[in-house]
């Protein structure tokens, strides 16, 4: 029997798989890098010439210069010190604040319990910005009370995860033994439940570190981070929004970068965590 087909078979286009990851892994590196050694890929941030005034991205100045004559990659590549220490740092403070108070919520009694569970919920339904806003407006601008304010701000996110994996493993099995082999309270803590409590912690911080990278950066726009001269990427921008109909790149350059930081470390966040949930695709 012939079958005629009235159409082609459609071809179905396979994508490569974690090409986009690669991308993100190295634009990641390379921030990295320069956050570290910003000498090898720029030059002096500080460093103004009057006799070229906001030029044009060229040759010469890859993302052209700013008010003072100013190299705006350089400012960038030294403002990647800057902005990843800050977003380091504040989730390395929500971190461990929220495993800390995570494990004490999730070991203790009801009422204690209870009470950290609605400062969680209290502090997660603030916006981001605002609450960080008000720690920085009480502790002051500068870099320690931006870390300290994004830290606290965005503790609940971890705070919630160990305390929900806590009361599933202080239910386990090797547990209950430790307890009828009379492991002292600390022992169990720190040899059975913290290890098996903060294996997702390391994805969230992933993902977490774009977030305080953001934030970084928005309350830096707004006066509250390292101030001018520092070349941090959230102080670029609002250094040169007075410029953007004369020179867009000033602020818009600076603010690509910020954003594909953050989209890179989603996309590597968010394959880790598929990794973790033992997903391949």
Do not use: C
């Amino acid at each position: 029997m012939t079958i005629a087909l009235d159409r082609p078979l459609p071809v179905r286009i396979r994508r490569p798989r974690g090409v986009g990851v690669a991308l993100a892994g190295a634009f990641l590196a390379f921030a990295v890098a320069a956050a570290a050694l910003p000498g090898l890929f720029a030059g002096d941030p500080l460093a103004a010439d009057p006799r070229h005034v906001l030029e044009a991205p060229s040759a010469a100045h890859w993302f052209g210069t700013d008010q003072l004559g100013r190299d705006v990659f350089d400012r960038v590549v030294h403002g990647a010190r800057h902005s990843l220490t800050i977003g380091i740092a504040a989730t390395l403070v929500a971190a461990g604040l929220g495993v800390l108070l995570g494990l004490l919520a999730g070991l203790s009694h009801k009422y204690a319990d209870e009470a950290l569970s609605r400062g969680f919920d209290a502090l997660a339904a603030f916006p981001l910005l605002l609450l960080a806003l008000l720690f920085v407006a009480v502790a002051g601008p500068g870099t320690m009370g931006l870390i300290v304010a994004i830290g606290i701000a965005t503790l609940p996110h971890y705070a919630r995860v160990v305390r929900s994996q806590t009361f599933v493993v202080r239910q386990a099995g090797y547990v209950t033994q430790a307890v009828a082999f009379g492991d002292s309270r600390p022992r169990l803590v720190l040899r059975h439940v913290l290890p098996n409590v903060i294996g997702p912690i390391p994805v969230l911080a992933v993902i977490g570190l774009g977030e305080a990278i953001l934030a970084a950066a928005g309350l830096s726009f707004l006066g509250m981070g390292p101030q001018p001269p520092s070349p941090e990427w959230g102080a670029m921008l609002s250094e040169g929004r007075g410029y953007l109909s004369i020179a867009w790149w000033t602020s818009i350059l600076p603010g690509v970068v910020v954003t594909l930081v953050v989209i890179s470390l989603t996309v590597v966040g968010r394959r880790l965590h598929r990794r973790f949930e033992g997903r391949t695709a």
